[in-house]
Antibody, heavy 117, light 107 residues
Framework: QVQLVQSGAEVKKPGASVKVSCKAS????????IHWVFQAPGQRPEWMGW????????NYSQKFQGRVTITRDTSASTAYMELRSLRSEDTAVYYC??????????WGQGTPVTVSS | DIQMTQSPSSVSASVGDRVTITCRAS??????LAWFQQKPGKAPKLLIY???SLQSGVPSRFSGSGSGTDFTLTISSLQPEDFATYYC?????????FGQGTKLEIK
């Protein structure tokens, strides 16, 4: 069965960076694109960007453009999301998702990131 | 960016009730619309994709309809496990965007 397992919770200071991993199993990694979704406490989910796992092409939300980088390691069936210059508003749960909002939509368990001085 | 607006923001209902949630897009999105259910502390769960296609494993009491700018999610007979927050999401163009959510509460 398809499974996405994300790295654990992080606590960071303002201005720091965080890199969240998302390890896929149960399918051929390059079959589905992987999206990253951000959800601040009590707020709606927000799409951050995606990566075509086959060729590495990416597309980012303008909201995070310049601060976010999504990469993948096909040999490890793992995608990564790095967010830089963290601020308090980045405190949220970050999810990776395969093929978001299609019949192949599978979500990771979420990685809480807290930004606090 | 395409704005997604849901109504109502919250609704109280009883087990067995029929509930309808609406979602409006700020521009036409054909049928590129999904519905998610989210419970506290959990990831969103896909219920409906392509406006009206039921995701595998989702009970048939959930149904979706609409195209263009106006969409609906209907739960035909509420069950206790259906009390949650529901989000619509457009997959027509980047950035994908979500509605503000509808909280379904027990009356």
């Amino acid at each position: 069965q398809v499974q996405l397992v994300q790295s654990g919770a992080e606590v960071k200071k303002p201005g720091a960076s965080v890199k969240v991993s998302c390890k896929a199993s149960g399918y051929i990694f390059t079959t589905y694109a992987i999206h990253w979704v951000f959800q601040a406490p009590g707020q709606r989910p927000e799409w951050m960007g995606w990566i075509r796992t086959g060729n590495g092409d990416t597309n980012y939300s303008q909201k995070f453009q310049g601060r976010v980088t999504i990469t993948r390691d096909t040999s490890a069936s793992t995608a990564y999301m790095e967010l830089r210059s963290l601020r308090s508003e980045d405190t949220a749960v970050y999810y990776c998702v395969t093929a978001l909002s299609t019949s192949s939509d599978y979500w990771g368990q979420g990685t809480p990131v807290t930004v606090s001085s | 960016d395409i704005q997604m607006t849901q109504s109502p923001s919250s609704v109280s209902a009883s087990v067995g009730d029929r509930v309808t949630i609406t979602c409006r897009a700020s521009q036409g999105i054909s049928t590129w619309l999904a519905w998610f259910q989210q419970k506290p502390g959990k990831a969103p769960k896909l219920l409906i994709y392509s406006a009206s296609s039921l995701q595998s494993g989702v009970p048939s009491r959930f149904s979706g309809s609409g195209s263009g700018t106006d969409f609906t999610l209907t739960i035909s007979s509420l069950q206790p496990e259906d009390f949650a927050t529901y989000y619509c999401q457009q997959a027509y163009s980047f950035p994908y965007t979500f509605g503000q959510g509808t909280k379904l509460e027990i009356k």
